[in-house]
């Protein structure tokens, strides 16, 4: 054996004379709880947090998302993913004749909103952003709030359902 084999193996066995295993359990014990219990009180960043929860707030609702307030009545494609915007149809389509409405709360104001969701038609679906929110959503025998129709059969040049707008049409009027 080389030295050093040695002296370990010196050191280990004086150890296990001396020390019992109830000990150095309790050794180990210490120093883990001590490590654990002086853990929170290093100091630690939070100024990044601090910076994040301020541009949070001053971030601008984005109508990408289907999260974004006017979008909880929407059943298909964000039509400002395809190529048009929130209200408009992208180019090469056009607006169903029919649609359905949704109420909304804007988060800003707190206030109620109507929003008329349509159909935009005459090309094959978009495929990017998809949303299904059925907030307030009723059975099918009711048609106009209800989603799952493919409203451009009301149009007679195309049937190709391509996105979905949701133009609003101004706020909700409470019930008395």
Known sequence: MSQFDTFFERSSRRAAQRVSRRSSLVRMGRLLLGTVL??????FDRVSRTAEAAQGKKK???????????YCG????????????VSTCPP?????????????????????YLVSYSDCCGKGACGRCFCNSNL???????MGLH?????????S???MFHCTTSVLIGEAEKSP
């Open 157 to 159: 040049s195309s049937t």
């Open 147 to 155: 989603n799952d129709v493919n409203w451009c059969m009301g149009n």
């Open 60 to 70: 601008e609702p984005d109508d990408t998302q289907c999260d974004y307030w006017r």
């Open 136 to 142: 307030g959503e009723r059975p099918g025998y009711r």
């Open 38 to 43: 002086t853990l929170p009180v290093l100091p």
């Open 92 to 112: 090469g389509t056009e607006s169903s004749k029919v649609a359905w409405i949704g109420t909304c709360r804007n988060p800003k104001d707190g206030k109620d």
């Open 74 to 85: 929407v059943d298909g494609y964000l039509c400002s993913c395809c190529g048009g915007s």
